[in-house]
C-alpha cells in the first residue's frame, strides 16, 4: 500500500510539474485571445452606434447659450428623426450648408494621434468633427412663414406670435431678433436659430450664402436630446415643444389666408 501511495505520488508530481506551465501558457493565450475578440466586438458595436443611432458632439460657442454652455458635450439622435418629422422646437445638428462656418486650417497629426483620436471617437470620448457642424433650434419646417418682429418683439410662425422667453438668451426689454425677416421656408429646408440671438451667426446671418439661410434636411445629422458632461449639467434637452403648440401647419396657414 505505501509504495504503491508513493509511485502514485511520483507519478502525479511529475505530470503536474511537467503539465503545469504549458497549461499557464495556454491558458494566458486564451485570456488575451477573448480580451482581443471583446475589444474588437465593442469597437465594431461603438461604430455602428455612432453611425447609425448615437454620436458625440462638444459644443465649441457660446451660440445656444444658456441651453447649451461652451464645452459642453451632447449625445445626437440619428435615427428617431428618420422615422419621425423634425418639429419646431428641435434642438438638431446640421453639416454646414456652405459659408456658415469660417475656413479653418487644421494641422496635421501624427498617425498614432489620428488612430487614438479615431478609436475615442468610436466609443463618444472624442468628437473632432464637432468644428466642422453646427447646433441650432429649428424655428421653421418647410413651408412656414416665418416673420420678425412683430410690435412685441416676437417671431411669427404662420401668423401666430411664439413667446420664446423659454429659452432665449435676451434681456427683457429685446427683440426676438436684431435682424428683420420675412421668409417663406422652401421644401426640403429648415430656418434656425441660436437660442443666444445677439451670439448666433444663424440663418438670418447667411440670406447671401448659396442656400440663402436655410438648412436642407439632407444636411442634418440628427436631433440633440442629451447633455452628457460636465455632470453637474447632465440631463434631457428641452425642446419647448409647447412654444409652437398654437402654430399651424403652412397648409392651414395658406388655406386661412385665402378665406
Known sequence: ?????????????EHATTSSPRSRRRGVWSFLRDVVVIVLIAILVSFLVKTFIVRSFYIPSGS???TLQVSDRILVDQ??????????????VFRDP???????????????????????????????????????????????RVVCCNALGQIEVNGVPVDETAYTKLAASEPASAIDFDVTVPAGSLWVLGDNRNRSKD????????????VPVDNLVGR???????????????FHHDVFAGVPGPVESQGAAQR
Open 224 to 238: 440633440a436630446f442629451l447633455a452628457t458632461w460636465p455632470l453637474d449639467r447632465f440631463g434631457l434637452l428641452d
Open 79 to 92: 435615427i428617431t428623426p428618420r422615422f419621425d418629422e423634425y418639429d419646431r422646437g428641435d434642438i438638431v
Open 64 to 66: 445656444m447659450e444658456d
Open 1 to 13: 500500500m505505501t509504495t504503491d501511495k508513493t509511485v502514485a505520488d511520483g507519478v502525479s508530481a
Open 98 to 144: 456652405g459659408g456658415w462656418l469660417p475656413p479653418v486650417n487644421t494641422p496635421a497629426r501624427a498617425p498614432f494621434v489620428e488612430a487614438v483620436d479615431w478609436i475615442l471617437s468610436l466609443v463618444g470620448l472624442s468628437a473632432s468633427d464637432s468644428d466642422d457642424h453646427l447646433v441650432k433650434r429649428i424655428i421653421g419646417l418647410p413651408g412656414d
Open 203 to 214: 440663418s438670418r446671418y447667411n440670406t447671401e450664402q448659396p442656400g440663402q439661410g436655410f
